[in-house]
């Protein structure tokens, strides 16, 4: 587990962030190494997982049952996770350490493996609750100046329309979205009405995290769509999401949805459903942000995404490329697998906890009967 400062305090309507607890899995097998890492917080403010739940369920039970096993594809190692449920941040480490393992054995860059269609990636830029409307549209500047393809502010209750007029009369042309990080209810509809003034894009994730069904009801007394994150964490929540009408854009996260194969189930959904997809972040370091990058290779990633430039977050990352947006676009890694290389020097000073679990260690939580996964039906 890494310990990793932020080089700005993040506000959002749950909490401020100031540094990552980041669990990073290395894998090893066949002389090759394949990295994730998790995008669970310390609490369970965002979704319900947090990394010392992950680091038991790791250590007690996954990696005790996987290692030593082989697994031809990443479809094979995906039935070995399936019979566990939730826990998808926790599953996600696994099945794409694995993915960049695979994608190393076979010498492609994972974006190839995917089945990506661009080598650069539009992005935008999440800004956090700012002390005020003069300071939300100068730092909101910086970022425009730069190329940033959108900019998306995080608002709460009380705290909505004064940064969001603010920042659209600066900048009347640009591409703008904000994220509630599910901070109000239907109690709270006239507010949220009220920034159908402002073309937003999208309002990201108004109601509950967990929600769908108050959300298709916000979603018919608003003109703008509405875009959830917080409440998809697989190919069937989409579903029930788009037939609902409770989102008309998707927030794709592959470290929430349980890894890459997920991922990209729902983004044949969505691509079927004629509906957008961005790739979204969780303050990565450069593991999870190459990851973010490779998926975001895919068709339907249309809108700009929010995986801003990894200088931006952290004085020094773990990683030794730069991952850094010039004139609006992230460049793809295209070295095999994530394509990026670890920094040992900075992971030694960052690093405040380490697990080894190799082959043949016995689970510490007791081995679950032989079933059969469940049918992959949605
Ligand atoms: O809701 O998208 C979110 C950061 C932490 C937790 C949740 C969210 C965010 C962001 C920033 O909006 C994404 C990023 O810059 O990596
Ligand atoms: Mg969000």
Same mark, same amino acid.
């Given at each position: 587990?890494?310990?990793?400062?932020?080089?700005?305090?993040?506000?959002?309507?749950?909490?401020?962030?100031?540094?990552?607890?980041?669990?990073?899995?290395?894998?090893?097998?066949?002389?090759?190494?394949?990295?994730?890492? $998790?995008?669970?917080?310390?609490?369970?403010?965002?979704?319900?997982?947090?990394? !010392?739940?992950?680091? &038991?369920?790791?250590?007690?039970?996954?990696?005790?049952?996987?290692?030593?096993?082989?697994?031809?594809?990443?479809?094979?190692?995906?039935?070995?996770?399936?019979?566990?449920?939730?826990?998808?941040?926790?599953?996600?480490?696994?099945?794409? =350490?694995?993915?960049?393992? +695979? &994608?190393?054995?076979?010498?492609?860059?994972? +974006?190839?493996?995917?089945?990506?269609?661009?080598?650069?990636? #539009?992005?935008?830029?999440?800004?956090?609750? *700012?002390?005020?409307?003069?300071?939300?549209?100068?730092?909101? =500047?910086?970022?425009?100046?730069?190329?940033?393809?959108?900019?998306?502010?995080?608002?709460? #209750?009380? +705290?909505?329309?004064?940064?969001?007029?603010?920042?659209?009369?600066?900048? #009347?042309?640009?591409?703008?979205?904000?994220?509630?990080?599910?901070?109000?209810?239907?109690?709270?509809?006239?507010?949220?009405?009220?920034?159908?003034?402002?073309?937003?894009?999208?309002? %990201? *994730?108004?109601?509950?995290?967990?929600?769908?069904?108050?959300?298709?009801?916000?979603?018919?007394?608003?003109?703008? #769509?509405?875009?959830?994150? %917080?409440?998809?964490?697989?190919?069937?929540?989409?579903?029930?999401?788009?037939?609902?009408? =409770? &989102?008309?854009?998707?927030?794709?996260?592959?470290?929430?949805?349980?890894?890459?194969?997920?991922?990209?189930?729902?983004?044949?959904?969505?691509?079927?459903? $004629?509906?957008?997809?961005?790739?979204?972040?969780?303050?990565?370091?450069?593991?999870?942000?190459?990851?973010?990058?490779?998926?975001?290779?895919?068709?339907?990633?249309?809108?700009?995404?929010?995986?801003?430039? @990894?200088?931006?977050? +952290?004085?020094?990352?773990?990683?030794?490329? /730069?991952?850094?947006?010039? /004139?609006?676009?992230? !460049?793809?890694?295209?070295?095999?697998?994530?394509?990026?290389?670890?920094?040992? @020097?900075?992971?030694?000073?960052?690093?405040?906890?380490?697990?080894?679990?190799? &082959?043949?260690?016995?689970?510490?939580?007791?081995?679950?009967?032989?079933?059969?996964? !469940?049918?992959?039906?949605?």
């Amino acid at each position: 587990m890494l310990d990793m400062p932020i080089r700005f305090a993040f506000e959002t309507s749950f909490g401020v962030m100031r540094r990552r607890y980041v669990p990073l899995l290395t894998l090893r097998a066949n002389g090759l190494e394949g990295y994730a890492e $998790g995008v669970m917080d310390h609490l369970p403010l965002y979704r319900e997982e947090t990394v !010392p739940g992950a680091l &038991a369920l790791l250590e007690g039970q996954l990696l005790p049952r996987l290692l030593g096993q082989s697994f031809a594809t990443p479809e094979a190692l995906a039935l070995a996770l399936a019979p566990y449920r939730g826990n998808r941040m926790a599953r996600a480490m696994v099945e794409m =350490a694995f993915w960049d393992l +695979w &994608a190393k054995h076979l010498g492609l860059p994972l +974006w190839r493996v995917l089945g990506g269609v661009r080598t650069g990636i #539009p992005v935008g830029v999440s800004l956090g609750i *700012q002390p005020n409307a003069q300071a939300t549209v100068d730092l909101a =500047a910086g970022f425009v100046v730069q190329g940033y393809r959108r900019v998306k502010l995080k608002i709460k #209750p009380g +705290w909505d329309e004064e940064p969001v007029r603010a920042v659209r009369e600066a900048f #009347p042309g640009i591409q703008l979205t904000v994220d509630a990080n599910s901070a109000y209810t239907l109690a709270d509809t006239a507010a949220l009405q009220a920034l159908d003034a402002y073309g937003l894009k999208y309002i %990201e *994730q108004p109601l509950a995290f967990d929600d769908l069904v108050d959300h298709a009801d916000l979603q018919r007394r608003l003109r703008t #769509p509405i875009c959830l994150d %917080e409440s998809i964490t697989s190919v069937a929540d989409t579903r029930k999401a788009l037939t609902l009408g =409770a &989102a008309r854009v998707i927030n794709l996260k592959v470290g929430r949805v349980g890894g890459h194969l997920e991922a990209r189930r729902i983004h044949d959904l969505t691509l079927a459903f $004629g509906v957008p997809l961005w790739c979204g972040g969780m303050v990565e370091t450069g593991v999870g942000r190459a990851h973010n990058i490779h998926l975001s290779t895919l068709e339907n990633f249309t809108l700009p995404g929010d995986t801003s430039s @990894a200088s931006r977050y +952290w004085e020094r990352d773990i990683i030794q490329e /730069g991952l850094e947006v010039a /004139g609006g676009v992230m !460049p793809v890694p295209d070295g095999p697998g994530i394509g990026v290389t670890l920094d040992r @020097a900075v992971l030694d000073r960052v690093t405040r906890q380490q697990t080894t679990v190799r &082959a043949g260690a016995r689970p510490r939580i007791d081995d679950l009967p032989d079933q059969p996964p !469940p049918d992959e039906v949605y």
